[in-house]
């Protein structure tokens, strides 16, 4: 049976390995490697998009900002200076293109059936509870305003530590306790502790 230290190794090793790939990637990408790019691409597709579509919550945006965001990873690698996770950096890129696309669509239209679509993801009966619970909690993000609503994503979908979604928000990270706080506040009130385990 394998030991918890053992796990926890094997974890961080895998940590490194991907952080280590990571970064030949990008530098791969400062070469002008066009394989590299389309690997990062589909590497980080599917998180940007799960982000993005929670933060813009305008479906026929998330597209365009995902490729704007991937067009300057593209364009400017040179920006990434190593001082924190590439995933930080991306996001961050990905952030600042939403809020400017919020600000140029200022149209309040939103995909009204987007929590009581299904998630296309086929599943046993027993995680039924599971998918209620997120659609339950992607409804009430869906009243919180963007910079809330960005924060309790980064956190929970994205495991980031209040310092990582600081530099992603580019605000001090006693903002992003903030705004957590008064995020958790209103999801909790929503929720009824309806989710407890999530918020």
């Not at 590439?86 to 669509?105: D, E, M, Q, V």
């Not at 530590?161 to 909790?188: N, Q, S, W």
Request: net charge positive.
């Amino acid at each position: 049976m394998n030991s918890p230290d053992a796990a926890s190794g094997r974890e961080r090793a895998s940590d490194r390995a991907r952080l280590d790939d990571e970064a030949q990637l990008i530098a791969r990408i400062r070469a002008r490697d066009l394989r590299a790019f389309e690997s990062l691409y589909r590497r980080y597709h599917p998180r940007l998009s799960r982000f993005l579509t929670n933060l813009l919550r305008r479906p026929h945006l998330v597209e365009e900002v995902l490729n704007d965001t991937m067009l300057v990873v593209w364009n400017k690698p040179d920006s990434y200076n190593g001082a924190s996770r590439l995933s930080t950096w991306i996001f961050a890129i990905g952030y600042r293109k939403a809020l400017k696309a919020l600000r140029r669509y200022d149209d309040p239209l939103e995909d009204l059936q987007a929590e009581s679509r299904a998630s296309g993801e086929p599943g046993p009966e027993i995680q039924l509870g599971r998918r209620q619970a997120h659609e339950a909690l992607l409804g009430a993000m869906g009243e919180l305003s963007p910079d809330h609503r960005a924060v309790v994503d980064l956190t929970y979908f994205h495991e980031m530590g209040y310092r990582e979604i600081a530099e992603v928000m580019d605000c001090p990270v006693d903002t992003v306790k903030t705004r957590m706080f008064y995020a958790r506040r209103h999801l909790k009130r929503v929720l009824a502790g309806a989710l407890s385990d999530w918020v």
